[in-house]
């Protein structure tokens, strides 16, 4: 049994806030109108909407008061997964929702968007202003030719002109990707030419580090490398020209005009999104208007709390999933917090600075981060104002118990603090942030409201405070519509139905406690065996990085031809650290009394540094292959990676285990 006590309960909600927080509000009216549980609090209220599906979805579409062009015939027409369908026949356009808090004169002139550089200048863009920019932007795209279904791209950083252009592509019924300018060519292309668009945004450079990065030529190689365009458009972030034949933002926006919504079926796409890529080219992630618009406003407005008195800030890139879950605050008349920089300048403490002064009341970032904060020592709850910040929210990687902790001690005693998880897959979280929950050290809050999340066994058998697959037994509105140029569904249908049939399996080793939370243990994909005992690589990551000399860590189990099983870690030390035998014997030791004597390495291997994927998550089964033997080139997608030079350190490694 999962015990709650002293040590493990980091935080309560006043009753007060449970009160005013959303979701009650929302249980006590959709008990009166769809008779879900008056009373039992969240628990009931989840089981309710994992029960009554169809019921809760139609709830939450009349909560946030989504306007259908066209009436929808009933909430789910197909229930099977893979092929799930929503709202048949309903018509609706995202765009028209993001915007519609400018129609009320009284926030017309209020910030939609607050924008922060690496120099810490705030510039706001008003709710009215971003909607004029928008009628504009999406005017002139429809005198390009760009109609409903067809792809428009971005290379950009997180600045206002991107959300710009998303907004105006959804407005116009096109499908919106992008990539941030600090991906290479081929990683672009790598992306965007699986899906062919007809314009791309693009900027000049941009700034991180304190350093400018030019992109000229980056940009020249990609308007050659995707024949489809039939329109560039330059933004000036360095203050270049425009290239020849390539358009002007500024031209492009400068009209005085109301935008028009295009009214499009449910399941029409919006845009497309892309896994890591890192053993092929990436898998391109089709996820629909309706689909993200009730995922999105169930995720923020409920869970996350967020309304029109919040400013949100997710420190991220324009090519993580993250940013396109930030741009969905405006669904709920929240001041939606860009951030266009390094997290680590001029200082690390910058992310902490940000929050401050944009008055940020939720604040995300990844766990990594938040213990790279632990590790230097920092006190942000001391050193700025953050008495705004309401909830810390984390997601990435799983937050170990020290980082709840450090959080809570060094942030607010009353913090919220909400690890979250979920994927590129949903563009959502399966568990994690509720704002009525108590908060446990190391540990999601619950599922999320209409995910029937559960562990399951090798057998399909679910589990309860037992390590088992993530599994959810009943679909998700933001589930893909499908991958770009998969016309059978077969390889959308391996990702995630091969090993349960009819069910999501999402790659993720997770223990379901007796009292509803979720813990993550990492993928199972990576997953050590040792003995039969299974555990998940985040278990040894967190037991390994709280010593101060070892600033990141990489564990991989490989089975061996000869029925062995070799496990080694590699740590890529602090600086002044070494790696010498005491090291090495209090590292074994933190992992035999923290987890388990099975699972004690065999050897700890000092490195260079730790690889990880263009959106910082770690290198994991890559390493492996490359371990295995498998030839670099054919082990991992280079463009996918944030160091290739790394991987070479693990293939010699490989080669000379082999001589």
């Given at each position: 049994?999962?015990?709650?006590?002293?040590?493990?309960?980091?935080?309560?909600?006043?009753?007060?806030?449970?009160?005013?927080?959303?979701?009650?509000?929302?249980?006590?009216?959709?008990?009166?109108?769809?008779?879900?549980?008056?009373?039992?609090?969240?628990?009931?209220?989840?089981?309710?909407?994992?029960?009554?599906?169809?019921?809760f979805?139609?709830?939450?579409?009349?909560?946030?008061?989504?306007?259908?062009?066209?009436?929808?015939?009933?909430?789910?027409?197909?229930?099977?997964?893979?092929?799930?369908?929503?709202?048949?026949?309903?018509?609706?356009?995202?765009?028209?929702?993001?915007?519609?808090?400018?129609?009320?004169?009284?926030?017309?002139?209020?910030?939609?968007?607050?924008?922060?550089?690496?120099?810490?200048t705030?510039?706001?863009?008003?709710?009215?202003?971003?909607?004029?920019?928008?009628?504009?932007?999406?005017?002139e795209?429809?005198?390009?030719?760009?109609?409903p279904?067809?792809?428009?791209?971005?290379?950009?950083?997180?600045?206002?002109?991107?959300?710009?252009?998303?907004?105006?592509?959804?407005?116009?019924?096109?499908?919106?990707?992008?990539?941030?300018?600090?991906?290479?060519?081929?990683?672009?292309l790598?992306?965007?030419?699986?899906?062919?668009?007809?314009?791309?945004?693009?900027?000049?450079?941009?700034?991180?580090?304190?350093?400018?990065?030019?992109?000229?030529?980056?940009?020249?190689?990609?308007?050659?490398?995707?024949?489809?365009?039939?329109?560039?458009?330059?933004?000036?972030?360095?203050?270049?020209?425009?290239?020849?034949?390539?358009?002007?933002?500024?031209?492009?926006?400068?009209?005085?005009?109301?935008?028009?919504?295009?009214?499009?079926?449910?399941?029409?796409?919006?845009?497309?999104?892309?896994?890591?890529?890192?053993?092929?080219?990436?898998?391109?992630?089709?996820?629909?208007?309706?689909?993200?618009?009730?995922?999105?406003?169930?995720?923020?407005?409920?869970?996350?709390?967020?309304?029109?008195?919040?400013?949100?800030?997710?420190?991220?890139?324009?090519?993580?999933?993250?940013?396109?879950?930030?741009?969905?605050?405006?669904?709920?008349?929240?001041?939606?917090?860009?951030?266009?920089?390094?997290?680590?300048?001029?200082?690390?403490?910058?992310?902490?600075?940000?929050?401050?002064?944009?008055?940020?009341?939720?604040?995300?970032?990844?766990?990594?981060?938040?213990?790279?904060?632990?590790?230097?020592?920092?006190?942000?709850?001391?050193?700025?104002?953050?008495?705004?910040?309401?909830c810390?929210?984390?997601?990435?990687?799983?937050?170990?118990?020290?980082?709840?902790?450090?959080?809570?001690?060094?942030?607010?005693?009353?913090?919220w603090?909400?690890?979250?998880?979920?994927?590129?897959?949903?563009?959502?979280?399966?568990?994690?942030?509720?704002?009525?929950?108590?908060?446990?050290?190391?540990?999601?809050?619950?599922?999320?409201?209409?995910t029937?999340?559960?562990?399951?066994?090798?057998?399909?058998?679910?589990?309860?405070?037992?390590?088992?697959?993530?599994?959810?037994?009943?679909?998700?509105?933001?589930?893909?519509?499908?991958?770009?140029?998969?016309?059978?569904?077969s390889?959308?249908?391996?990702?995630?139905?091969?090993?349960?049939?009819?069910?999501?399996?999402?790659?993720?080793?997770?223990?379901?406690?007796?009292?509803?939370?979720?813990?993550?243990?990492?993928?199972?994909?990576?997953?050590?065996?040792?003995?039969?005992?299974?555990?998940?690589?985040?278990?040894?990551?967190?037991?390994?990085?709280?010593?101060?000399?070892?600033?990141?860590?990489?564990?991989?189990?490989?089975?061996e031809?000869?029925?062995?099983?070799?496990?080694?870690?590699?740590?890529?030390?602090?600086?002044?650290?070494?790696?010498?035998?005491?090291?090495?014997?209090?590292?074994?030791?933190?992992?035999?009394?923290?987890?388990?004597?099975?699972?004690?390495?065999?050897?700890?291997?000092?490195?260079?540094?730790?690889?990880?994927?263009?959106?910082g998550k770690?290198i994991?089964?890559?390493?492996?292959?490359?371990?295995?033997?498998?030839?670099?080139?054919?082990?991992?997608?280079?463009?996918?990676?944030?160091?290739?030079?790394?991987?070479?350190?693990?293939?010699?490694?490989?080669?000379?285990?082999r001589?």
């Open positions: 049994m999962t015990e709650a006590t002293p040590e493990t309960l980091l935080w309560q909600p006043s009753p007060d806030r449970i009160e005013a927080a959303a979701v009650t509000r929302f249980q006590k009216w959709a008990a009166t109108r769809f008779g879900a549980p008056a009373e039992g609090g969240y628990a009931t209220l989840h089981r309710w909407s994992v029960d009554e599906l169809d019921t979805w139609q709830a939450v579409a009349e909560w946030f008061d989504v306007r259908f062009a066209t009436p929808y015939d009933r909430v789910i027409g197909d229930r099977s997964m893979p092929g799930a369908t929503w709202f048949p026949g309903a018509t609706l356009n995202y765009a028209e929702h993001a915007l519609r808090t400018a129609e009320d004169p009284s926030r017309a002139d209020t910030p939609a968007l607050l924008y922060v550089d690496e120099t810490h705030l510039a706001p863009v008003s709710w009215g202003e971003l909607r004029r920019q928008v009628g504009a932007l999406a005017a795209l429809r005198a390009l030719g760009v109609t279904g067809d792809r428009v791209s971005g290379y950009l950083p997180n600045i206002p002109q991107a959300v710009v252009a998303f907004l105006a592509t959804a407005a116009v019924g096109g499908v919106w990707t992008s990539c941030a300018p600090d991906f290479g060519a081929r990683s672009v790598d992306r965007f030419q699986q899906i062919e668009p007809v314009v791309l945004f693009t900027v000049d450079g941009y700034r991180y580090g304190g350093k400018e990065h030019d992109r000229t030529d980056t940009v020249a190689e990609l308007r050659r490398e995707l024949p489809t365009l039939r329109a560039v458009v330059h933004i000036p972030l360095l203050g270049t020209d425009a290239p020849e034949g390539a358009l002007s933002w500024a031209a492009l926006t400068s009209a005085d005009t109301e935008p028009v919504f295009e009214q499009v079926p449910f399941d029409h796409p919006l845009w497309v999104l892309y896994s890591s890529g890192t053993t092929g080219l990436p898998k391109a992630i089709v996820q629909s208007q309706g689909g993200i618009l009730l995922e999105h406003f169930k995720q923020l407005g409920l869970h996350c709390d967020l309304g029109p008195e919040d400013r949100f800030f997710w420190f991220t890139s324009t090519g993580w999933m993250m940013w396109n879950f930030l741009v969905s605050g405006l669904l709920t008349g929240t001041t939606v917090v860009l951030y266009d920089g390094s997290p680590g300048f001029p200082d690390i403490s910058a992310q902490w600075r940000i929050a401050e002064q944009t008055g940020a009341t939720l604040y995300g970032t990844s766990a990594a981060y938040v213990m790279a904060c632990r590790k230097a020592g920092i006190h942000p709850g001391r050193d700025f104002d953050l008495s705004r910040v309401q810390v929210a984390t997601t990435g990687s799983p937050l170990p118990p020290d980082g709840f902790r450090w959080l809570h001690d060094e942030v607010a005693d009353d913090l603090t909400a690890s979250v998880s979920g994927g590129t897959d949903v563009c959502s979280c399966f568990a994690g942030a509720v704002p009525t929950l108590p908060v446990h050290l190391g540990e999601l809050q619950a599922p999320c409201l209409g029937d999340l559960q562990s399951w066994d090798p057998s399909g058998n679910p589990l309860v405070d037992e390590v088992g697959e993530l599994v959810v037994t009943n679909p998700l509105p933001s589930m893909p519509t499908g991958f770009w140029n998969d016309p059978d569904g390889r959308y249908h391996d990702s995630y139905f091969d090993t349960y049939p009819g069910v999501w399996r999402h790659g993720d080793w997770i223990t379901l406690t007796d009292r509803g939370s979720v813990i993550i243990h990492g993928r199972s994909d990576s997953t050590l065996n040792r003995q039969g005992v299974r555990m998940g690589s985040a278990d040894i990551y967190e037991a390994v990085e709280r010593l101060p000399e070892i600033r990141e860590s990489l564990v991989i189990g490989l089975e031809p000869d029925g062995g099983y070799w496990m080694p870690l590699f740590v890529h030390l602090a600086d002044g650290a070494t790696l010498d035998d005491d090291l090495r014997a209090a590292i074994k030791q933190t992992i035999r009394d923290n987890l388990s004597p099975r699972h004690v390495p065999d050897e700890v291997i000092q490195v260079p540094g730790i690889p990880h994927t263009l959106t770690r994991e089964v890559p390493v492996k292959r490359l371990l295995q033997g498998t030839e670099l080139a054919k082990a991992v997608n280079p463009g996918s990676v944030d160091n290739l030079d790394l991987l070479h350190f693990y293939a010699d490694l490989a080669a000379r285990r001589a």
